[in-house]
């Protein structure tokens, strides 16, 4: 027996290792060949009862067949022919015809879905075989990357180990090594940090897993979920064991790398690339490299990153065309454009399929030229006194274009030909000084470098390129070149009158956004002539508010103001605009949100930087916090906020070339500039000061413009005249000690910084609602914690496996922490079902609703956090009254549904005269009329104090809760009922609600008699005597007698239960007969009545009806008189003898309640919610065991 299990152990370790379809289980059936060291698994399953059932499927439908096979060969052959077959069945109806997945894919994907229990529409990408360590010993199993979710699986020598990771919770991906082995793969969540290792490509497996956990951050970040592109073009030839899935991710990564490579649009898709050599007419050579061809451009990197880059839009494409190939040039292809430019590549591998897919793309391209695009780079346009006398400018520099809808077709608008520093530059002696030649001479030297590389986007980019941005770009030349290398260009001309189609629609529309626009305006750089007038004023206003338009998630951020006061500088409006969407959402991505992520990710890089390059200072910094503070505003405005004007645009120059990349590298030089000073400081304000300083006399001594007064040069003070710093030697100095960054390296820590961030931000998130919530509530800091995490879990699930689109809407990023996480009655549902201390069976979903809809305030069938701990803690916190309190709410409206009870006229009375007392107070427009129909000053006051009285939140006390009718006490024995079925005292509990429910119905019929007295004398004497009324003296008799009919029904219930329990389905009939008021058995009430006494005192029979039927449930745990025919009305659950004067006061319920000692025990018992926590995600990963899958799983 020893020997058998170990070779078991074996088996099944060795079929986790070596076989990606096996799944290991406790209970096996093996098929063996006789004299075979080969065992075939048939089936498996987690039970002896499960694998009993394989077994008796076998024996009907596989043995019998068997018998007529001589050889056993053939019986092998026949056995493993039939499970592959049931295998192959089962994968074609559990898989969409249209999937493209590969088989073997598609095994994997059943097999994880059902070893870790998740839905259809969790996705698998892909998986691996791998090591995970725990403790000191690997466990080699298989990991499952799913888009939500990092599932591990392993089997080895008896032990399981099962692992699942939501990427929203991953908080550090790293690939490092350590002693144990060469290369491992680091997830760490805020709980615990999990390591894998011993993959066949590592490097593949870790890229994938940073890009799915991006994808969980983009979610948490703004709701992007992941959505498979449909449309991505079939494999040539089939790709083994990859997904769609897989090759859809493989795709986003290239597509993303080729738009940051070329600054091209965001919704630019590659469609392939291949090697091959450029001619390069600047230096006669032919450069190596590799040209990518998307949907509108054809572009060239080449194999040295600094050689030459080239971008070719197929809009300015005039001929494509196969040149004669040669030993020296083979497969050469000519492309020329409108520019009279030709470019020539050769080495091309599959040129004719290249030529043809050009062809194509071009065919696709539309050929219409657009209303102003067809203007030349001319930027030396004549001053505004020489503008035609047509011109608004002409009349007066300060008129009021804005108010007036503005088209962007040259020659229309002032500002649509030249920036705001050509129109408001006075008169500067600088230009026709040495400063002048200076800049003549850059603007030569860029003439130059245009007939040699090309001028417009088709220009040839290379290392002198950079050299030329470096040494500053003339300011005739400083909108062209800045659209151009940040792709604004591209975007502008391919939406001809976009800008002024938004301009038009968002003119006279207020929101959050133009209010904070208008506050900042005057703010904008007001020490510049051009926005000291109306004018300036006005196009920043406009841009501004088309760009808040055209993307409602970002709207306006402080410090977009600063820089798009700079580029209307050197832009129009219209290019304005595109360079601040080039800014907003590529080459600052995420900066300009309420949260700044983008700008915390590159601070965080910066602190890296600091420890890689400066470690002497990075101690220091961190100890003062001085980098937090700093990076920000550097940041944020590209230095326009912090540096004079005139220095700060130079890097505004080379930042449009170089990416963020430049500003890290200046950041750099600055620190070390300062180093020795920083280090001999004592607080983060000294620090501050010493940076404020340096960066205050950073200058520009080449600038021909007037030089602008710096706000922040208030900074420098003393004795000692300031020390210079040139711009272009920071610069300079910049590029020779930090200029070793590359971009690539920038984007991997833009990645591991994000998560750091976003998952710091939701902490932050988290902390700031509960402190917001622990006031109120009952549950301490940690249970609130625990709380929000599943209730946030909840939410995100909706997300990925519900309706993705209506979970992200509820979602408003604008909206305080509080409000942004809120969850629907479905998923509060479950997780009631989960949490609560009141577990009632099948009526929890019943009582799960109800809570809803009495948390639910505002009546948007969505809650909150603070609404789902409110509703919680009244079920775990307070005294036994306020437990009693809130499930007595739970049965009146709005917590109860019309169709659970039709019978509740002073309950809803009572909640329509709550709301409107504390809801609908006066408003405030009707006090301001009143006051101007004359009241005086002292009335507007009395009804302001009146309205903020009525505002204020009064303290409810029991007296304030309406009574109850007798529909709504049923409901609301029958939810008691339930809720004791699975108590261990059942049996005490039961009795003891069966006579507070039977004292409670003798105190409403009392109190019934009492309060309709007087009114039914009345009635009477109108109806001179008639009707013989039940007499006071015989009521008591008549209550006392079927009191004591129906007290003596649980024994015969506790006498019968055995015979109960042998025939439910007679007892629920005989329970759905009596509920229904009709039945004509023994137990019915409406037999020990007659017709007369049936018709003369309804009270009596409803009476008799209610407690007979509440005392008959004492044993029975599940199905109730009470409970009735769920989803039948009031009327035909309880037939027409409920009466609508009978009630029941909260007081009343309270203190019968009191008197019995196992519901005050059940009511005060303390129920830890952290344990409900851990169980609810114990369930929530259960394993799905399915009979038919394990029955034909196969291995060999």
Same mark, same amino acid.
């Given at each position: 027996?020893?020997?058998?299990?170990?070779?078991?152990?074996?088996?099944?370790?060795?079929?986790?290792?070596?076989?990606?379809?096996?799944?290991?289980?406790?209970?096996?059936?093996?098929?063996?060949?006789?004299?075979?060291?080969?065992?075939?698994?048939?089936?498996?399953?987690?039970?002896?009862?499960?694998?009993?059932?394989?077994?008796?499927?076998?024996?009907?439908?596989?043995?019998?067949?068997?018998?007529?096979?001589?050889?056993?060969?053939?019986?092998?052959?026949?056995?493993?022919?039939?499970?592959?077959?049931?295998?192959?069945?089962?994968?074609?109806?559990?898989?969409?015809?249209?999937?493209?997945?590969?088989?073997?894919?598609?095994?994997?994907?059943?097999? @994880?879905?059902?070893?870790?229990?998740?839905?259809?529409?969790?996705?698998?990408?892909?998986?691996?075989?791998?090591?995970?360590?725990?403790?000191?010993?690997?466990?080699?199993?298989?990991?499952?990357?799913?888009?939500?979710?990092?599932?591990?699986?392993?089997?080895?020598?008896?032990?399981?180990?099962?692992?699942?990771?939501?990427?929203?919770?991953?908080?550090?991906?790293?690939?490092?090594?350590?002693?144990?082995?060469?290369?491992?793969?680091?997830?760490?969540?805020? %709980?615990?940090?999990?390591?894998?290792?011993?993959?066949?490509?590592?490097?593949?497996?870790?890229?994938?897993?940073?890009?799915?956990?991006?994808?969980?951050?983009?979610?948490?970040?703004?709701?992007?979920?992941?959505?498979?592109?449909?449309?991505?073009?079939?494999?040539?030839?089939?790709?083994?064991?990859?997904?769609?899935?897989?090759?859809?991710?493989?795709?986003?990564?290239?597509?993303?790398?080729?738009?940051?490579?070329?600054?091209?649009?965001?919704?630019?898709?590659?469609?392939?690339?291949?090697?091959?050599?450029?001619?390069?007419?600047?230096?006669?050579?032919?450069?190596?490299?590799?040209?990518?061809?998307?949907?509108?451009?054809?572009?060239?990197?080449?194999?040295?990153?600094?050689?030459?880059?080239?971008?070719?839009?197929?809009?300015?494409?005039?001929?494509?065309?196969?040149?004669?190939?040669?030993?020296?040039?083979?497969?050469?292809?000519?492309?020329?454009?409108?520019?009279? @430019?030709? !470019?020539?590549?050769?080495?091309?591998?599959?040129?004719? !399929?290249?030529?043809?897919?050009?062809?194509?793309?071009?065919?696709?391209?539309?050929?219409?030229?657009?209303?102003?695009?067809?203007?030349?780079?001319?930027?030396?346009?004549?001053?505004?006194?020489?503008?035609?006398?047509?011109?608004?400018?002409?009349?007066?520099?300060?008129?009021?274009?804005?108010?007036?809808?503005?088209?962007?077709?040259?020659?229309?608008?002032?500002?649509?030909?030249?920036?705001?520093?050509?129109?408001?530059?006075?008169?500067?002696?600088?230009?026709?000084?040495?400063?002048?030649?200076?800049?003549?001479?850059?603007?030569?030297?860029?003439?130059?470098?245009?007939?040699?590389?090309?001028?417009?986007?088709?220009?040839?980019?290379?290392?002198?390129?950079?050299?030329?941005?470096?040494?500053?770009?003339?300011?005739?030349?400083?909108?062209?070149?800045?659209?151009?290398?940040?792709?604004?260009?591209?975007?502008?001309?391919?939406?001809?009158?976009?800008? =002024?189609?938004?301009?038009?629609?968002?003119?006279?529309?207020?929101?959050?956004?133009?209010?904070?626009?208008?506050?900042?305006?005057?703010?904008?750089?007001?020490?510049?002539?051009?926005?000291?007038?109306? #004018? =300036?004023?006005?196009?920043?206003?406009?841009?501004?508010?088309?760009?808040?338009?055209?993307?409602?998630?970002?709207?306006?951020?402080?410090?977009?103001?600063?820089?798009?006061?700079?580029?209307?500088?050197?832009?129009?409006?219209?290019?304005?605009?595109?360079?601040?969407?080039?800014?907003?959402?590529?080459?600052?991505?995420?900066?300009?949100?309420?949260?700044?992520?983008?700008?915390?990710?590159?601070?965080?890089?910066?602190?890296?930087?600091?420890?890689?390059?400066?470690?002497?200072?990075?101690?220091?910094?961190?100890?003062? /916090?001085?980098?937090?503070?700093?990076?920000?505003?550097?940041?944020?405005?590209?230095?326009?906020?912090?540096?004079?004007?005139?220095?700060?645009?130079?890097?505004?120059?080379?930042?449009?070339?170089?990416?963020?990349?430049?500003?890290?590298?200046?950041?750099?030089?600055?620190?070390?500039?300062?180093?020795?000073?920083?280090?001999?400081?004592?607080?983060? /304000?000294?620090?501050?000061?010493?940076?404020?300083?340096?960066?205050?006399?950073?200058?520009?001594?080449?600038?021909?413009?007037?030089?602008?007064?710096?706000?922040?040069?208030?900074?420098?003070?003393?004795?000692?005249?300031?020390?210079?710093?040139?711009?272009?030697?920071?610069?300079?100095?910049?590029?020779?000690?930090?200029?070793?960054?590359?971009?690539?390296?920038?984007?991997?820590?833009?990645?591991?910084?994000?998560?750091?961030?976003?998952?710091?931000?939701?902490?932050?998130?988290?902390?700031?609602?509960?402190?917001?919530?622990? =006031?109120?509530?009952?549950?301490?800091?940690?249970?609130?914690?625990?709380?929000?995490?599943?209730?946030?879990?909840?939410?995100? @699930?909706?997300?990925?496996?519900?309706?993705?689109?209506?979970?992200?809407?509820?979602?408003?990023?604008?909206?305080?922490?509080?409000?942004?996480?809120?969850?629907?009655?479905?998923?509060?549902?479950?997780?009631?079902?989960?949490?609560?201390?009141?577990?009632?069976?099948?009526?929890?979903?019943?009582?799960?609703?109800?809570?809803?809809?009495?948390?639910?305030?505002?009546?948007?069938?969505?809650?909150?956090?603070?609404?789902?701990?409110?509703?919680?803690?009244?079920?775990?916190?307070?005294?036994?009254?306020?437990?009693?309190?809130?499930?007595?709410?739970?049965?009146?409206?709005?917590?109860?549904?019309?169709?659970?009870?039709?019978?509740?006229?002073?309950?809803?009375?009572?909640?329509?005269?709550?709301?409107?007392?504390?809801?609908?107070?006066?408003?405030?427009?009707?006090?301001?009329?009143?006051?101007?129909?004359?009241?005086?000053?002292?009335?507007?006051?009395?009804?302001?104090?009146?309205?903020?009285?009525?505002?204020?939140?009064?303290?409810?006390?029991?007296?304030?809760?309406?009574?109850?009718?007798?529909?709504? #006490?049923?409901?609301?024995?029958?939810?008691?009922?339930?809720?004791?079925?699975?108590?261990?005292?059942?049996?005490?509990?039961?009795?003891?609600?069966?006579?507070?429910?039977?004292?409670?119905?003798?105190?409403?019929?009392?109190?019934?008699?009492?309060?309709?007295?007087?009114?039914?004398?009345?009635?009477?004497?109108?109806?001179?005597?008639?009707?013989?009324?039940?007499?006071?003296?015989?009521?008591?008799?008549?209550?006392?007698?079927?009191?004591?009919?129906?007290?003596?029904?649980?024994?015969?219930?506790?006498?019968?239960?055995?015979?109960?329990?042998?025939?439910?389905?007679?007892?629920?009939?005989?329970?759905?007969?009596? =509920?229904?008021?009709?039945?004509? /058995?023994?137990?019915?009430?409406?037999?020990?009545?007659?017709?007369?006494?049936?018709?003369? %005192?309804?009270?009596?029979?409803?009476?008799?009806?209610?407690?007979?039927?509440?005392?008959?449930?004492?044993?029975?745990? %599940?199905?109730?008189?009470?409970?009735?025919?769920?989803?039948?009305?009031?009327?035909?659950?309880?037939?027409?003898?409920?009466?609508?004067?009978?009630?029941?006061?909260?007081?009343?319920?309270?203190?019968?309640?009191?008197?019995?000692?196992?519901?005050?025990?059940?009511?005060?018992?303390?129920?830890?919610?952290?344990?409900?926590?851990?169980?609810?995600?114990?369930?929530?990963?259960?394993?799905?065991?399915?009979?038919?899958?394990?029955?034909?799983?196969?291995?060999?």
């Amino acid at each position: 027996f020893v020997n058998c299990y170990i070779d078991r152990l074996l088996v099944g370790t060795l079929d986790v290792v070596l076989d990606s379809s096996a799944r290991v289980a406790p209970y096996r059936i093996l098929h063996q060949t006789q004299d075979s060291q080969v065992y075939w698994a048939v089936a498996c399953g987690s039970s002896r009862k499960e694998i009993t059932k394989h077994w008796e499927w076998l024996e009907n439908n596989l043995l019998q067949t068997l018998s007529i096979f001589d050889n056993e060969e053939d019986i092998t052959t026949f056995v493993k022919g039939k499970i592959h077959g049931i295998i192959a069945e089962e994968n074609k109806n559990e898989q969409p015809q249209s999937e493209e997945d590969p088989g073997k894919f598609k095994e994997a994907e059943l097999k @994880m879905r059902k070893q870790f229990g998740m839905p259809e529409v969790e996705k698998l990408v892909n998986y691996y075989s791998c090591s995970y360590w725990k403790g000191r010993v690997p466990r080699q199993g298989w990991l499952y990357l799913t888009v939500n979710h990092l599932c591990f699986y392993s089997f080895l020598l008896g032990k399981e180990v099962t692992l699942v990771i939501q990427w929203v919770d991953v908080t550090q991906l790293e690939k490092n090594a350590t002693l144990l082995f060469p290369e491992c793969i680091k997830v760490s969540t805020r %709980d615990s940090e999990l390591y894998f290792s011993m993959f066949l490509n590592i490097n593949e497996t870790f890229k994938l897993m940073e890009q799915l956990a991006n994808i969980a951050m983009r979610q948490l970040l703004d709701n992007e979920s992941f959505l498979q592109d449909k449309s991505l073009p079939k494999p040539r030839r089939p790709l083994k064991n990859i997904s769609a899935l897989k090759r859809d991710l493989d795709a986003r990564a290239k597509n993303e790398c080729y738009r940051a490579t070329f600054r091209l649009p965001k919704d630019e898709c590659l469609d392939g690339h291949t090697d091959c050599t450029l001619w390069t007419p600047f230096n006669k050579m032919h450069i190596p490299g590799q040209m990518f061809v998307s949907n509108n451009y054809i572009c060239f990197a080449s194999r040295a990153e600094e050689a030459c880059h080239l971008i070719i839009p197929l809009r300015e494409v005039t001929i494509v065309e196969k040149a004669d190939s040669s030993s020296v040039l083979p497969s050469p292809l000519s492309i020329s454009t409108k520019s009279k @430019m030709t !470019f020539f590549f050769a080495n091309l591998k599959d040129r004719d !399929f290249l030529v043809q897919r050009i062809s194509d793309f071009l065919q696709r391209t539309p050929s219409k030229k657009p209303c102003g695009i067809d203007r030349e780079w001319k930027w030396n346009v004549a001053d505004p006194s020489k503008l035609p006398s047509s011109s608004p400018l002409a009349v007066s520099p300060t008129s009021a274009l804005s108010h007036r809808p503005v088209s962007f077709c040259a020659g229309q608008v002032p500002t649509a030909s030249q920036g705001l520093l050509k129109l408001f530059r006075r008169n500067s002696e600088e230009l026709s000084g040495p400063k002048g030649a200076k800049e003549k001479m850059k603007e030569e030297s860029w003439n130059i470098h245009f007939f040699e590389y090309g001028r417009g986007m088709c220009m040839y980019r290379t290392a002198k390129t950079r050299e030329l941005v470096q040494k500053g770009i003339p300011e005739n030349l400083r909108g062209e070149l800045w659209l151009l290398f940040s792709g604004a260009w591209n975007e502008m001309v391919t939406h001809p009158g976009y800008y =002024g189609d938004l301009v038009e629609k968002s003119m006279g529309r207020y929101n959050l956004a133009t209010e904070e626009i208008e506050r900042d305006l005057h703010r904008s750089m007001p020490e510049h002539p051009a926005f000291q007038n109306e #004018f =300036g004023i006005a196009a920043l206003r406009r841009v501004l508010t088309a760009y808040a338009f055209r993307n409602p998630t970002i709207g306006y951020c402080q410090a977009m103001n600063i820089v798009t006061s700079v580029l209307l500088l050197y832009c129009n409006e219209e290019e304005a605009f595109w360079l601040l969407v080039a800014l907003c959402e590529r080459m600052l991505p995420d900066y300009y949100n309420t949260r700044v992520v983008g700008a915390l990710v590159d601070q965080g890089i910066f602190e890296e930087l600091t420890r890689e390059y400066l470690p002497q200072l990075s101690e220091k910094m961190q100890d003062l /916090g001085v980098i937090s503070t700093i990076s920000l505003s550097w940041f944020l405005t590209l230095f326009l906020s912090v540096m004079p004007f005139e220095s700060a645009v130079v890097i505004v120059d080379c930042f449009f070339y170089e990416g963020i990349k430049f500003i890290l590298q200046v950041s750099l030089a600055i620190l070390d500039a300062n180093m020795e000073k920083l280090l001999q400081c004592c607080d983060e /304000g000294e620090a501050m000061t010493i940076l404020g300083r340096y960066l205050d006399n950073v200058v520009n001594r080449q600038s021909v413009s007037p030089p602008i007064p710096h706000l922040h040069a208030l900074l420098t003070s003393g004795d000692d005249p300031p020390l210079e710093i040139d711009i272009f030697e920071l610069i300079k100095t910049s590029y020779e000690k930090f200029g070793n960054l590359k971009a690539d390296d920038i984007e991997q820590m833009r990645f591991k910084q994000r998560l750091k961030v976003i998952q710091s931000l939701e902490d932050t998130a988290k902390k700031s609602v509960v402190r917001a919530v622990s =006031g109120d509530i009952g549950f301490s800091m940690e249970e609130l914690e625990e709380l929000y995490v599943v209730f946030k879990a909840k939410y995100l @699930m909706s997300c990925y496996w519900g309706n993705n689109r209506a979970a992200a809407a509820r979602r408003d990023q604008s909206l305080p922490y509080l409000e942004q996480y809120r969850i629907d009655m479905e998923q509060f549902k479950e997780l009631f079902i989960s949490l609560t201390p009141w577990a009632c069976g099948a009526h929890t979903p019943v009582l799960a609703a109800r809570l809803f809809r009495l948390l639910d305030e505002n009546r948007d069938s969505l809650i909150n956090f603070k609404e789902f701990v409110t509703g919680m803690s009244g079920m775990y916190h307070g005294d036994l009254t306020e437990k009693l309190k809130v499930l007595y709410k739970l049965h009146l409206p709005p917590a109860l549904n019309p169709e659970e009870t039709e019978s509740a006229l002073e309950a809803t009375s009572y909640f329509t005269e709550d709301v409107t007392t504390e809801g609908n107070a006066t408003p405030l427009p009707l006090l301001l009329r009143r006051k101007e129909k004359g009241t005086s000053p002292q009335d507007y006051r009395y009804y302001l104090r009146m309205w903020a009285k009525e505002k204020e939140n009064k303290k409810e006390t029991i007296k304030d809760l309406p009574k109850m009718s007798q529909e709504q #006490f049923i409901e609301l024995c029958k939810t008691l009922y339930n809720m004791f079925s699975e108590d261990p005292v059942e049996q005490e509990l039961y009795h003891a609600i069966a006579t507070v429910a039977s004292l409670l119905l003798r105190i409403g019929e009392v109190g019934k008699k009492f309060s309709n007295r007087p009114t039914r004398k009345s009635e009477d004497c109108k109806a001179n005597n008639t009707q013989d009324p039940v007499s006071e003296e015989e009521s008591p008799t008549s209550e006392q007698s079927q009191n004591s009919a129906v007290e003596q029904q649980p024994q015969a219930d506790h006498e019968d239960k055995a015979s109960v329990d042998a025939q439910p389905e007679k007892t629920q009939q005989e329970n759905q007969t009596l =509920g229904d008021g009709s039945g004509e /058995g023994q137990g019915s009430p409406l037999q020990l009545l007659s017709d007369d006494e049936t018709k003369d %005192d309804m009270s009596m029979s409803s009476y008799s009806m209610v407690s007979t039927g509440s005392l008959q449930c004492e044993d029975i745990a %599940d199905d109730t008189v009470l409970v009735g025919c769920e989803g039948s009305s009031a009327a035909a659950r309880y037939g027409s003898t409920i009466d609508t004067d009978w009630s029941i006061s909260f007081e009343q319920i309270l203190a019968s309640m009191l008197t019995e000692t196992a519901l005050v025990n059940y009511f005060e018992k303390k129920v830890n919610i952290l344990q409900k926590i851990k169980d609810q995600k114990k369930v929530e990963r259960q394993f799905s065991s399915s009979s038919d899958y394990e029955l034909s799983s196969v291995s060999g």
